[in-house]
């Protein structure tokens, strides 16, 4: 067959999750996560994760580092339309406050997935961005058609929402069939359960081998008020310096007895190194150890992860909000892009004398190399001539 017979085929969705009958359940999609399959796709499990301390500060780490680096808006194209929606899109970000909305939408990699809600305004015949609510994950859902619903109280069914109204992206799952992703958590549940545990038997530990108990000893011809008294010296013993007894009472301290080692804290030790290497790529970032080549080496693999990171918020942003915007306000402009630099500052003096060698050899850069480049607001020289 020629493809113009074979082309009403080659365009339908022969594959589409519909068949994934497993993973629904009255018209939606459910996450194919296995752990949350589990809990019946209840995403409160998973929140209590971000309660660990390991978690909140590698967490933070990883925000912060793509929050703290610089961002800026690069025109789609030189012309004078493009460069208007750049400098629309830049001054909205600015009163927006981008960091904060870029922060909020990162827990998307938590927990596999981001929702945001743009709320849009009219004002001198534009449409303005008024604001962007980043929205809990779990009060959405998606249907087989793969559209956005907002959940009822009962998490069973819930009304689709409309198109150009919400930005939402996913993460961490290697095919199409899962609007939900798979996020850190998924990785981060068991290193967190194990820690716990080994807490809570280490504090039993401490109590049980930490301090003697104490052993009361009554003669036979004990009265009640005689028993309560010796029973009161003995609680007395953890908190006062001195007790009295009554004569013909002692009172013996027993000290535990174990054998072997106990290593609750390598446990511990252990399942932090493996929380922050889910979330960093790598652990050396958070503990002090290794020699300065290794310390680069996970530094780079850090900045990687982080520059992924940015990336990820970015097109997102530049393929939905930013598309949208431009469409009604600049209908005539190529769309700009949002984009952030995470990686470290680079050698602007060496770099300059590289393109100037390289101008000399006859080759000119271009206008988008020299803003991305150098920063700040280029134009060429003989435009502005």
Not at 75 to 82: H, L, M, Q, T, V
Not at 104 to 110: A, E, I, N, P, T
Not at 166 to 180: I, K, Q
Request: proline share 4%; charged share 25%; net charge neutral.
């Amino acid at each position: 067959m020629t493809i113009r017979e074979d082309w009403s085929i080659l365009q339908q969705e022969l594959s589409p999750a519909t068949g994934q009958s497993t993973f629904t359940r009255n018209n939606l999609l459910l996450p194919q996560d296995p752990i949350l399959s589990g809990k019946g796709g209840d995403y409160a499990s998973y929140e209590e994760i971000l309660r660990d301390d390991q978690v909140a500060s590698t967490f933070q780490q990883r925000r912060l580092a793509v929050t703290s680096s610089e961002w800026g808006v690069t025109p789609g194209a030189d012309d004078k339309e493009s460069r208007k929606a750049a400098d629309f899109l830049t001054e909205t970000l600015n009163r927006l406050s981008w960091d904060s909305i870029t922060d909020r939408m990162l827990y998307g990699l938590f927990y596999g997935y981001a929702i945001a809600e743009c709320l849009w305004s009219r004002q001198n015949n534009q449409v303005i961005l008024h604001d962007i609510k980043v929205r809990r994950q779990r009060r959405f859902g998606f249907n087989k058609l793969g559209t956005l619903i907002l959940l009822d109280t009962s998490g069973q069914s819930g009304q689709e929402m409309p198109a150009q109204k919400f930005w939402h992206f996913r993460n961490g799952v290697d095919h199409d069939d899962d609007p939900y992703g798979m996020g850190l958590a998924h990785w981060l549940y068991w290193p967190v359960q194990f820690k716990r545990n080994s807490l809570k038997l280490w504090l039993i530990y401490l109590d049980k081998f930490g301090m003697p108990t104490a052993k009361g000893t009554y003669p036979a011809h004990a009265t009640e008020e005689e028993k309560r008294k010796l029973l009161q010296a003995m609680r007395a013993i953890q908190t006062d310096s001195g007790i009295i007894l009554p004569e013909g009472m002692q009172v013996e301290l027993l000290e535990a007895s174990r054998g072997g080692q106990v290593t609750y804290d390598l446990l511990l030790d252990r399942m932090n190194s493996a929380i922050a290497k889910v979330v960093l790529s790598q652990s050396m970032t958070t503990d002090a150890s290794g020699g300065q080549y290794k310390a680069d080496v996970h530094k780079q693999v850090r900045n990687e992860v982080v520059k992924a990171d940015a990336d990820l918020i970015c097109d997102s942003f530049n393929r939905s909000v930013v598309r949208w915007l431009c469409a009604w306000n600049f209908p005539k402009a190529i769309p700009p892009n949002v984009w952030r630099r995470v990686t470290d500052e680079p050698d602007l003096r060496s770099l300059a004398e590289r393109d100037h060698i390289l101008y000399n050899m006859g080759f000119q850069p271009t206008l988008d190399y020299i803003r991305q480049t150098y920063g700040g607001q280029w134009e060429n020289r003989q435009s502005s001539s």
